[in-house]
């Protein structure tokens, strides 16, 4: 049980605000997915929620307290953040990597308790990068990184897990690579995630709770098929589009309208129209 | 960037007081210091030279002085510009990349191993040692994303002026002839020099500045981005080449005159672009004035500030050089 | 024990890492099975360079003639020149090697690049200056054994005020850098006045100092740096965690729970410590900082564990090896070993900065 929530948060950079007054509770146990526009301030809120930048008023409240008063290790015990485009030391290893993660357990003289031993090893299954326990991270493609990246956050051992945007630079494969392991954790564990999406048709399928970020707060929230419209599409993106139901998975499926072929007649047209 | 000066009417009206104001500067900087001379005693010593102490000192001394300075002041900031335009990095500098200490030591090792000794031939070796390390540093320049980051390029500068310094002071230590004609080479001064090793370096100077004015436009573009400019049509190889050409001859002939002066080509840069912006056909020559201003003004202080000492107006450079860095380095587009 | 049992790796694939943990005590770390073999080389080689050092000089002594002195059975002869001439010089030149590498290591993992070194925050050019100003002040003559405290002061201060100046909410590695570099140039050339507007006899002397040598350093020179360098290792390798852990970022390293302005500033007081003592010591020696550490990482991977001993290590045999070329092979002139870790040092950058840029 670990309780995330802000209260009356207002982030700024310098004198501009990016976040106003805002009150969120992060619904434990879900994945919950953060999507706005560019500058809408998601990645800032995620990372105020990290205790990686400081309020310029309000809390973050980690289990009611504020975690910006809590010793940061204490706070590294309940939640852990994979911040965005993270830089590996060149040659280090995956298991060397991984390790790392176990830091808020460690001391200068436990540095490989058995316990940290079985995290370290757990997390290489759950992200199946134990074949490439001893390859450097840089010798790696992009999912097999970031999966590494993935597994260092979860050798952390937290209940809580933070992404800020985990598949922006990836193709079409690893991104679904990524966001299954992600789901299948949470299936699993009942971790709570809380992550930045870009694409908005992947937000829905995978989150249960989606949090559209716009004007220095929160536009909407709640389960994709309830909160995504035309209507919040254009307001929250200023884009025109048809929302539909994927024909696979049931999940609200944005078509953004545009130039481009279009091959489907007008009878296509009226069965994509919801 | 929004500059000081918007329209070209008042960029020319500047420049031209800017101009009158170098002219004080260098008739306080003639007349003024242990001895102060009147207007008429400098005009007689041109005119009507009687060989006595007053014309001799300001026709060998003073006005040598003021020339050097000025010259030198302009050509290290321009070299400056061309510089920080060349690696796309606005800590570039002569001094920072350690062309000065490149100079240095080819002039030492000249000095220790063939015996140079007169001050014109010591000027071609300080300038092929300064063309030897601007080469090293553009080669590191014109490289990929990784290579061109200030924090790169600041440290492999650090590095490559404490590889040839500590050379240098091998060198010296082994050989005591070089020790006794060279040290003074170690800090930057325009005082004690000869106006006949301005002269010599003249000819090429004025090609280097004139280089540099020539190529104010083409700069513009290929501030843009390497790949704009070529999709533009200009020629960045040459470009580049003709760049690093004039950045040589102004830096390394500015170093073999007066030896190694910090910071004038990374803060007069600076300045220069506050007042005019960016359009390099305006901030070259506006910054050519500016050094040339602030060299004769350090080099006046350099006289007054520990009278009757002097202190060597690379160590005021460098002085003055530090405050201004640290503020650069602290504002929040570097750090 | 060792737990045999761990499997890393690729199925069938032995594990490079081998946990070892005591039973009794809460003790545990991991083993790198490769660093640990490259450690014990490195030991050998410095062994090796140790003997054969003592054994060259204007009296040749053969290794097995060294050896005997070292275990107390030699002849007096051969001794005396060992223990009161070499050996002294040749320990200060490991201890010194071993401080500037470790520093320039910390350095490297803060900064997160491998062109850092203790140069550029202000160590050697504050303690420089402070040393030309204490030579030229005592004309060289009394007090030289308070040239070591001066010049640690020295370095002390300018890399504080270098942080200082650097701190604004806390210190990136960045702005150090930045500030480091332009105070560093102004120290620099604050110094070279000192030296010029000295008589000769002391710009000499002040030079010498400056280009780093351990010519004279007797068992008293000993006596003073061994606590600093002692304490500076065992220190570091118990902050290894925090460097390691700062090698990754500032925003991993503050998720995993870092207090990153506090560990920062307690890695770089190390590194004055470390850096200071050995400059003080035996002056600027250059680029021991920037080659050393590199050299490590190259054999033993990033992991801090692994390039404490090994850059340790590796400085102080290229030390030993730079002093042992100054006093030879310009025989019979004393060559200040600072020259040839430059003149080694230089190739070496020129090609750290060639694969930097073909490599990005």
């Known amino acids: 049980m670990t309780k995330l929530e802000t209260r009356s948060l207002t982030l700024a950079y310098g004198d501009q605000r990016i976040i106003d007054n805002l009150d969120f509770t992060v619904p434990e146990g879900r994945i919950t997915v953060l999507i706005g526009a560019n500058g809408s301030g998601k990645s800032t809120l995620l990372r105020s929620m990290a205790r990686l930048l400081k309020p310029l008023s309000g809390s973050v409240l980690l289990d009611g307290k504020d975690i910006f008063r809590s010793p940061t290790k204490e706070t590294a015990r309940k939640l852990a953040i994979l911040p965005q485009g993270p830089a590996a030391p060149e040659g280090i290893t995956v298991l060397q990597l991984v390790k790392q993660g176990r830091y808020p357990y460690q001391s200068w003289m436990q540095q490989w308790s058995a316990e940290d031993e079985r995290y370290v090893r757990e997390a290489l299954e759950a992200t199946r990068m134990t074949p490439f326990a001893e390859r450097a991270v840089d010798a790696l493609s992009g999912g097999q990184r970031q999966r590494a990246w993935i597994a260092m956050t979860l050798a952390q051992g937290t209940k809580t897990v933070l992404l800020d945007e985990p598949t922006t630079y990836l193709d079409l494969t690893h991104q679904i690579e990524i966001l299954d392991l992600l789901f299948e954790l949470n299936e699993r564990e009942g971790r709570t995630i809380v992550m930045v999406l870009h694409d908005i048709n992947l937000a829905c399928r995978y989150a249960h709770h989606l949090v559209a970020v716009k004007d220095r707060g929160i536009y909407a929230q709640g389960e994709p098929e309830r909160i995504v419209t035309a209507e919040m599409i254009r307001n929250v993106f200023q884009l025109e589009a048809h929302i539909m139901n994927d024909p696979i998975y049931g999940t609200p499926f944005c078509l953004p309208s545009g130039k481009g072929r279009r091959l489907n007649s007008k009878k296509g047209m009226e069965i994509a129209h919801v | ?335 | 024990m060792p737990d045999r049992n761990q499997k890393f790796g690729a199925r069938g694939a032995r594990s490079n890492y081998v946990a070892v943990r005591s039973s009794n005590l809460p003790f545990s770390f991991m083993a790198e099975k490769r660093t640990a073999a490259v450690v014990l080389i490195l030991l050998a080689v410095t062994a090796v360079a140790f003997i054969v050092s003592a054994g060259i000089g204007t009296m040749r002594i053969s290794p097995v003639d060294v050896l005997k002195v070292l275990f107390g059975s030699g002849q007096e002869l051969h001794a005396t020149v060992i223990t009161q001439f070499r050996l002294p010089r040749m320990v200060v030149g490991l201890l010194v090697g071993a401080s500037l590498a470790v520093a320039g290591a910390i350095l490297q993992s803060m900064i997160r690049n491998p062109l850092a070194s203790p140069d550029i925050i202000g160590i050697t050019n504050g303690a420089s200056l402070a040393a030309v100003t204490f030579i030229a002040m005592t004309a060289g003559k009394y007090g030289i054994r308070w040239l070591p405290l001066w010049a640690i002061v020295g370095g002390a201060l300018a890399a504080f005020l270098i942080y200082g100046l650097a701190w604004k909410r806390g210190v990136t590695p960045l702005r150090l850098v930045l500030v480091g570099i332009g105070l560093s140039s102004a120290l620099s050339a604050l110094t070279s006045v000192m030296l010029i507007a000295s008589p000769l006899v002391i710009a000499n002397q002040a030079l010498t100092w400056l280009t780093g040598s351990v010519y004279g350093a007797s068992w008293s020179s000993v006596r003073i740096l061994l606590p600093w360098t002692i304490a500076g290792l065992a220190a570091a390798f118990i902050l290894a965690r925090q460097v390691n852990v700062q090698e990754l970022g500032d925003e991993v390293a503050a998720g995993l729970g870092t207090r990153i302005q506090h560990n920062r500033f307690l890695l770089l007081a190390l590194c004055v410590a470390l850096a200071g003592s050995a400059v003080a010591m035996a002056g600027g020696i250059a680029f021991i900082g920037l080659m050393a550490p590199h050299l490590a990482r190259k054999l033993v991977g990033p992991a801090f564990g692994g390039v404490l001993p090994a850059s340790a290590l590796i400085g102080g045999v290229l030390v030993l090896l730079a002093d042992l070329a100054g006093r030879t092979v310009f025989a019979p002139n004393e060559v200040p070993a600072g020259v040839f870790t430059a003149a080694i040092g230089a190739p070496f950058f020129l090609y750290l900065l060639h694969k930097r840029r073909t490599a990005s």
């Open chain 2, 1 to 335: 960037m929004i500059a000081v000066l918007e329209r070209p009417a008042s960029k020319i009206s500047c420049l031209l007081l800017g101009l009158l104001v170098l002219t004080i500067l260098m008739a306080v900087s003639i007349l003024a210091g242990a001895r102060l001379y009147n207007w008429h005693t400098l005009v007689e010593a041109y005119t009507s030279f009687d060989g006595g102490n007053e014309h001799l000192i300001l026709r060998t001394s003073r006005v040598p002085r003021a020339l050097i300075a000025a010259a030198v002041g302009a050509a290290l900031s321009v070299a400056g510009v061309l510089m920080q335009a060349l690696t796309r990095n606005p800590l570039a500098s002569p001094s920072l990349f350690g062309i000065n200490a490149g100079a240095g030591l080819a002039i030492v090792a000249a000095v220790a191993w063939l015996g140079t000794a007169t001050m014109s031939q010591l000027m071609w070796v300080g300038f092929a040692g300064a063309a030897v390390t601007a080469f090293a540093v553009f080669l590191l320049g014109h490289s990929g994303r990784n290579g061109s980051s200030p924090v790169n390029l600041t440290l492999a500068g650090a590095a490559v002026a404490a590889f040839a310094s500590s050379l240098t002071s091998g060198i010296l230590l082994g050989n005591g002839k070089a020790f006794d004609q060279v040290l003074f080479w170690l800090v930057g001064s325009v005082a004690n020099r000869e106006l006949s090793m301005l002269t010599s370096v003249l000819p090429y100077m004025a090609a280097g500045f004139a280089a540099a004015f020539a190529l104010g436009g083409s700069l513009n573009i290929l501030a843009m981005g390497e790949d704009i400019a070529l999709g533009l049509g200009q020629r960045t190889g040459l470009v580049k080449l003709v760049a690093a050409a004039a950045v040589v001859v102004l830096a390394g002939g500015a170093v073999s005159i007066a030896g190694p002066i910090g910071f004038i080509g990374i803060v007069i840069p600076h300045i220069g672009r506050h007042l005019v912006g960016t359009d390099h056909r305006w901030l070259l020559p506006y910054c050519a004035l500016l050094g040339a201003m602030l060299l004769v003004a350090a080099d006046i202080g350099s006289r007054f500030v520990l009278m009757p000492s002097e202190v060597p107006v690379g160590a005021l450079t460098a002085m003055i050089g530090v405050p201004f860095f640290v503020t650069m380095a602290r504002r929040n587009r570097y750090a």
